[in-house]
């Protein structure tokens, strides 16, 4: 399926009428259902987004159906492509379509994805599912997982092995990243479906989960959830930076806020037509009769900058989101 969402047909419209194209849509993206972990890609003049599709009911923490992808050439106008995966398409899974990334290499697309195991490794996993394009369809790339609860017994919960990132080095080693209360990571094998070595474990000031890793110029930036009841019993956006993909990471503090009415927020940072962009979830949306919420989140999309010394500067959460022409 591939329609053009609600909010991007209003946006053309008024462009057809109103003169110069807006700068890109207004948060939340996505304005017909609840969304949630977003995780961009950069596909030549495309962005692709993936995201979970949040479905709580009532009083329901976290009800996540399925993974879907939207696409964009001009941050303006947005195509839904549908559902690109759901978690019993792997057959080793029983539900939850948690956080997730996708990356490209060598023709092939690579989804990192986390779900519930069956009873056979209860806990939460890792899959990985592979296609020829970024929109699916994705099929199980392994039959197992990558990653499951049995292989971090270190973890304090059953749900430590959450919210995968995937980096490519300059030297082509690919790296993922993951957890929740504790940050791990291991290095991949070319295939991108093994790993390559044991899972490894860095320490970060705060960490909480949903870390995101991106390179600019020769620095490694992680981002990720922290938590800090000092500042806020709700989760925050905080970074490292580093000389290298393993470290040491250098704690650089925090670059957002809480998400408005949720207490979860999941950062992806992405470089698209020279400008770079921070994508993340709030819980401001209402659907039909369904208000937002933990379990009914809503992605957006802010202009990121970075100052003279290569510092991420601090994001505001806004309504006008990147339809706000970029700071000088």
């Known amino acids: 399926m591939k329609r053009l969402l609600p909010t991007a ?15 890109g849509a207004p948060n939340p993206l996505i304005t017909d259902r609840h969304t949630a972990d ?9 962005l692709y987004l993936y995201v979970g599709h949040d479905m709580a009911r009532g009083e329901e923490m976290f009800n996540i159906v399925e993974w ?4 964009t050439t001009d941050m303006a106008s947005w195509t839904d492509h549908g559902p690109v ?4 398409d792997f057959q080793w899974a029983s539900r939850d379509a948690w956080a997730s990334q996708a990356i490209e290499r060598d023709g092939k697309f690579y989804f990192y994805a986390t779900v519930e195991h069956d ?7 890792i899959g990985v599912a592979v296609s020829d394009s970024p929109t699916g369809p994705f099929v199980d790339a392994r039959g197992t997982a990558l990653v499951s609860n049995d292989m971090t017994p270190q973890g304090p919960h059953t749900w430590d092995d959450i919210d995968p990132t995937v980096f490519i080095d300059d030297d082509g080693t690919a790296w993922l990243m993951w957890g929740n209360a504790n940050f791990y990571y291991a290095r991949l094998k070319p295939d991108m479906v093994e790993l390559d070595g044991p899972i490894l474990q860095a320490e970060l000031p705060k960490y909480e989960e949903g870390p995101w890793v991106h390179k600019r110029g020769d620095t490694y930036y992680l981002t990720y959830a922290s938590r800090d009841p000092s500042l806020s019993e709700d989760e925050l956006v905080s970074y490292a930076t580093a000389p290298s993909i393993t470290g040491p990471w250098t704690y650089r503090g925090e670059i957002s806020g809480p998400a408005e009415n949720s207490f979860t927020i999941h950062p992806g940072i992405v470089e698209f037509k020279g400008q770079w962009y921070f994508f993340y979830h709030n819980g401001v949306l209402t659907v039909g009769d369904h208000a937002g919420g933990l379990g009914r989140r809503a992605v957006a999309v802010e202009h990121l900058y970075y100052d003279a010394d290569g510092g991420i ?10 339809s706000a022409p970029r700071k000088p």
Do not use: F, Q, W
């Not at 047909?9 to 700068?23: I, K």
């Not at 879907?68 to 696409?71: Q, T």
């Open 68 to 71: 879907r992808v939207y696409s």
């Open 9 to 23: 047909c209003l946006l053309l419209a008024a462009c057809a009428n109103a003169g110069p194209a807006p700068h």
């Open 119 to 125: 009873r056979t490794r209860p806990g939460k996993a």
């Open 38 to 46: 977003p995780a961009p890609l950069v596909v030549g003049d495309t």
């Open 313 to 322: 500067v601090p994001i505001e959460h806004t309504r006008e989101g990147v």
């Open 85 to 88: 995966m759901k978690p019993t």
